[in-house]
Every structure is written in structure tokens, then in C-alpha cells.
């Protein structure tokens, strides 16, 4: 083995072959698509009802860097910031450590011609992703009621991926170095 295989601190070899992963992925999740993201619009929605217009009629509006917007729309920008967090994090422990070690889903990846470092990116953005399909219903839900209609929405994408990448990557060392759930 060359010296760059033994060294643990080496750069990752990336390839294409990450896609076919992240579209296995997709398709086992197409099947459950419907429970998934009802499961994930449930939370926030309840948080939304419960806190924003229960509590919300008692709080009135919160000052915001000086300006002052009601509490329901503060309450769901967090929501949507738990719900990137929770989906990634949710994702790339419980799901990917199942894949790895109770189905054995990546041994029979690894069978084929693909690194490991490929499959752990394509657990990653699986999990990036898939954070970002729960905000944008959350998103939708948002619209529905009514609680925004700001075009800001459409630029909270791109960073709410960002908090979905940082979460799966921080959860998926966890899933490494777990030795059960």
C-alpha cells in the first residue's frame, strides 16, 4: 500500500461514483416519501399552532435588530433552522448507521467499484438533502398560513443546505465511531 492509503489524515478521494449511492438513496426514500415528510412537517407544525399563535397572541411582536415582527414569524425561522438541523442529523445517525451496520447496505455497496470515501459523501449530501425537502414543506406551510411572503425565503435555501451538510458531517463521525444505536 502506498503511503497516502496509510495515512489516516489524507485528503479524501472523491469521484462520480458517489451518485449511484445518493440515487439508491433517493429511491428507497421515494417509497416512504409521503409518511417521511409528514413526520417532518408534524413537529414544526405543532410548534407553530402550540407557541406561535397560542403564545403568540399573548407575546404580540419581538424586536428583531430593531425592528419588530411578530412572534409567529420568529418562531418560524427557528423552526425551519431546527427542522435543517434535526432532518440531516436524524439521517446521517439513525438511517446511515442502520445502512452500515444492521443491513449492510454500504458492504454490498463496497462490493462494487467504489471507496469508501465516495459513499460517506454521498451519505452526506443524501442527508443534506433530504434536510432540505423537510424545510422547503415547512417552507410551503409557511406560505399557506400566511406567516411570510418575503422572497428572503428563496435565499434561505442555500444556507439552510449549508446547516444540513455541517450537521450530517458532524453526525456521520458520530455514526463512525458508534458501536450501536
Not at 3 to 8: A, E, P, S
Not at 135 to 144: P, R
Request: glycine share 6%; aromatic share 12%.
Amino acid at each position: 500500500m502506498s503511503q497516502i492509503q496509510n495515512n489516516i489524515w489524507a485528503a479524501p478521494r472523491l469521484s462520480m461514483r458517489w451518485w449511484p449511492v445518493f440515487q439508491r438513496n433517493w429511491l428507497v426514500w421515494k417509497k416512504l416519501a409521503i409518511p417521511s415528510l409528514v413526520g417532518n412537517i408534524a413537529e414544526p407544525l405543532m410548534w407553530l399552532v402550540a407557541f406561535g399563535y397560542g403564545l403568540g397572541a399573548l407575546v404580540g411582536q419581538v424586536e428583531l435588530d430593531g425592528e419588530k415582527v411578530p412572534y409567529i414569524l420568529f418562531l418560524a425561522s427557528g423552526s425551519i433552522c431546527m427542522s435543517a438541523m434535526n432532518a440531516a442529523t436524524f439521517e446521517a445517525l439513525y438511517s446511515a448507521f442502520s445502512r452500515m451496520h444492521v443491513q449492510k447496505t454500504w458492504d454490498g455497496i463496497m462490493n462494487a467499484p467504489v471507496r469508501l470515501d465516495d459513499v460517506v459523501l454521498a451519505e452526506m449530501l443524501w442527508a443534506a438533502f433530504k434536510a432540505l425537502f423537510s424545510v422547503t414543506a415547512i417552507l410551503v406551510v409557511m406560505l399557506a398560513l400566511g406567516i411570510s411572503h418575503s422572497w428572503k425565503l428563496l435565499v434561505a435555501w442555500p444556507v439552510l443546505l449549508g446547516v444540513g451538510i455541517t450537521f450530517s458531517c458532524m453526525a456521520l463521525i458520530f455514526n463512525a465511531l458508534a458501536k450501536g444505536y
